[in-house]
């Protein structure tokens, strides 16, 4: 069991370290892209044996499939400069997937404002 629990904590490092670093991109590379501008990433998650990471990210940016098809495109990109950032011998494939929590929460908190406006009439 402690070898799995090692695993599981390497894999969270390794997750975190390379949002971390994709943000650094982002910022420091992208940051006159329009479509990139409002990107936050929220999370990571390590899959694979460490061979995969997904990124979850938040845009400010209504169009969010535009968005998704730009952080498509650069994906490669930004793979090829966190190489170079890391102090790695292996470099883990990425991939940018949106998360609509705040947008969930958001609507959420409409309903029940809605269901607190109905009770008090």
Same mark, same amino acid.
């Given at each position: 069991?402690?070898k799995?629990?090692?695993?599981?904590n390497?894999?969270?490092?390794?997750?975190?370290?390379?949002?971390?670093?994709v943000a650094?991109?982002l910022?420091?590379?992208f940051?006159?892209?329009?479509?990139?501008?409002?990107?936050?990433l929220?999370?990571?998650v390590?899959?694979?044996?460490l061979?995969?990471v997904?990124?979850?990210?938040?845009?400010?940016?209504?169009?969010?499939?535009?968005?998704?098809?730009?952080?498509?495109?650069?994906?490669? &990109?930004v793979r090829?400069?966190?190489a170079?950032?890391m102090?790695?011998k292996?470099?883990?494939?990425?991939?940018?997937?949106?998360d609509?929590?705040?947008d &969930?929460?958001?609507?959420?908190d409409?309903?029940?404002?809605?269901?607190?406006?109905?009770?008090?009439?």
């Amino acid at each position: 069991m402690e070898k799995k629990h090692n695993n599981s904590n390497r894999a969270a490092r390794v997750a975190s370290k390379v949002q971390t670093l994709v943000a650094e991109i982002l910022r420091d590379d992208f940051s006159d892209d329009e479509l990139l501008r409002g990107v936050s990433l929220v999370g990571a998650v390590a899959h694979g044996g460490l061979q995969f990471v997904r990124l979850f990210y938040y845009s400010h940016n209504a169009d969010i499939d535009a968005v998704q098809h730009r952080l498509d495109n650069i994906t490669k &990109t930004v793979r090829y400069t966190l190489a170079a950032r890391m102090n790695q011998k292996y470099v883990p494939e990425i991939r940018f997937e949106y998360d609509d929590t705040l947008d &969930t929460a958001a609507r959420l908190d409409k309903i029940f404002e809605n269901l607190d406006k109905n009770q008090s009439e």
